[in-house]
């Protein structure tokens, strides 16, 4: 790692990681030098960005192997978006257990945060507002349900899991003609309709530009983290984990 997480560091994030779940020494490993790449690559604490890896494994049900993966996800979002890996990893476990729920992958909604986000709504905004569009097409209300018959559209569940999110808002836009009287009729919450708008804004165009960045994002993250600890705080950052493992 470069000198840029510490022995003390490692250890106390490891006690987190296995408190996640992953008692395995292999999976802390996997999940340690993830998380360290994400946290130094995004300006962020070690502590924070593991917390929000091991969120989005248990989330998702997926190993400790996937941890590289979805970190590069996590900085992909930030590249594409206008919110950091901080922010991102504070609030993305409110978030991914009900995307997990909604058969949405973890690519399609790193894409959407940072369109939405792109588009100048406030990260915690549009991981409130994707949450709560996200909880109305899984369970909608009797307006959205009587709505939804009468334009013909398919909002539940199963659309999500076999049309994907961009598939479902790509309906959505069409059949309401961007209507934001029939769209609030859908999704029932002014937060909601703010993320859905900027989705929708430019007929999802940013959306999918930024799902096939996520999927391209392989070893962007290791990429940040050799650039960041090139840096002269890079280097202090070394200098000091070299003496803190001295004194250790």
Same mark, same amino acid.
């Given at each position: 790692?470069?000198?840029?997480?510490?022995?003390?560091?490692?250890?106390?994030?490891?006690?987190?990681?296995?408190?996640?779940?992953?008692?395995?020494?292999?999976?802390?490993?996997?999940?340690?030098?993830?998380?360290?790449?994400?946290?130094?690559?995004?300006?962020?604490?070690?502590?924070?960005?593991?917390? @929000?890896?091991?969120? /989005? %494994?248990?989330?998702? *049900?997926?190993?400790?192997?996937? !941890?590289?993966? =979805?970190?590069?996800? #996590?900085?992909?979002?930030?590249?594409?978006?206008?919110?950091?890996?901080?922010?991102?990893?504070?609030?993305?476990?409110?978030?991914?257990?009900?995307?997990?729920?909604?058969?949405?992958?973890?690519?399609?909604?790193?894409?959407?945060?940072?369109?939405?986000?792109?588009?100048?709504?406030?990260?915690?905004?549009?991981?409130?507002?994707?949450?709560? @569009?996200?909880?109305? /097409? %899984?369970?909608?209300? *009797?307006?959205?349900?009587?709505? !939804?018959?009468? =334009?013909?559209?398919? #909002?539940?569940?199963?659309?999500?899991?076999?049309?994907?999110?961009?598939?479902?808002?790509?309906?959505?836009?069409?059949?309401?003609?961007?209507?934001?009287?029939?769209?609030?009729?859908?999704?029932?919450?002014?937060?909601?309709?703010?993320?859905?708008?900027?989705?929708?804004?430019?007929?999802?165009?940013?959306?999918?530009?930024?799902?096939?960045?996520?999927?391209?994002?392989?070893?962007?993250?290791?990429?940040?983290?050799?650039?960041?600890?090139?840096? =002269?705080?890079?280097?202090?950052?070394?200098?000091?984990?070299?003496?803190?493992?001295?004194?250790?």
């Amino acid at each position: 790692m470069r000198g840029q997480a510490s022995a003390v560091e490692l250890t106390a994030a490891a006690y987190d990681v296995a408190s996640a779940g992953f008692t395995n020494i292999s999976d802390q490993t996997k999940i340690l030098e993830a998380a360290t790449m994400g946290a130094v690559g995004g300006m962020s604490d070690l502590n924070t960005v593991g917390n @929000a890896v091991t969120s /989005v %494994l248990n989330a998702y *049900g997926m190993s400790a192997d996937q !941890a590289g993966k =979805l970190v590069d996800g #996590f900085i992909q979002t930030q590249n594409d978006g206008k919110i950091i890996i901080e922010q991102y990893a504070n609030q993305i476990g409110r978030l991914a257990p009900t995307a997990a729920a909604a058969g949405v992958g973890i690519e399609q909604l790193n894409a959407a945060l940072s369109t939405i986000t792109a588009k100048g709504v406030a990260p915690e905004q549009a991981i409130t507002g994707l949450n709560m @569009a996200l909880v109305a /097409v %899984l369970k909608p209300s *009797g307006e959205a349900t009587a709505l !939804a018959k009468e =334009l013909g559209i398919e #909002f539940n569940e199963a659309a999500l899991k076999s049309k994907g999110l961009g598939g479902v808002l790509a309906e959505v836009a069409k059949k309401t003609g961007g209507s934001t009287t029939k769209m609030t009729k859908l999704f029932g919450s002014v937060d909601a309709l703010k993320s859905v708008l900027a989705l929708t804004s430019d007929g999802l165009e940013s959306f999918e530009k930024n799902l096939k960045n996520q999927g391209k994002a392989a070893g962007v993250a290791r990429k940040a983290f050799k650039d960041m600890s090139n840096t =002269l705080d890079g280097s202090l950052k070394g200098l000091d984990s070299s003496f803190k493992n001295l004194v250790v």
